[in-house]
């Protein structure tokens, strides 16, 4: 069944009739609901995909408790091996969920305020901010 054809049935089943009007009327409605994506969705996408990681997400939040670490630091409180750490950094930072600064050989990460607001937004739909 094609997508017009099962919305058609979608309508008539709503308001009990369709014609050809009231299908180009609702996706007029839809194409509307698509122009109102933001240009730049793809740092969004970004975003989602690095936290998708159990590794990433951790490191995320570690850093938005503990302010600013280095990798030295983030090792021993996960699982993982110091260059997975890195590697994770390293695609926080590209997703702009991660900042870094060096000081002589060190390298220090904070998450972003983009970061520390995704994870509010998760923590209060959980109802952790209450």
Do not use: F
Request: with cysteine; glycine share 4%; net charge negative.
């Amino acid at each position: 069944m094609s997508a017009p054809t099962r919305l058609r049935n979608l309508i008539r089943d709503e308001v009990g009739s369709c014609c050809d009007a009231d299908v180009e009327a609702r996706l007029a409605q839809l194409t509307e609901l698509k122009t109102d994506l933001p240009d730049e969705y793809e740092a969004d996408l970004a975003a989602m995909k690095a936290l998708g990681n159990d590794t990433r997400y951790r490191v995320v939040r570690l850093l938005t408790a503990a302010d600013e670490l280095c990798v030295c630091e983030i090792t021993p409180l996960l699982d993982v091996s110091e260059s997975a750490v890195s590697h994770a950094l390293s695609d926080l930072t590209d997703a702009g969920l991660v900042t870094r600064r060096k000081d002589g050989t060190w390298r220090y990460y904070r998450s972003t305020p983009l970061a520390e607001r995704l994870l509010t937004a998760l923590d209060a739909d959980r109802g952790d901010d209450e």
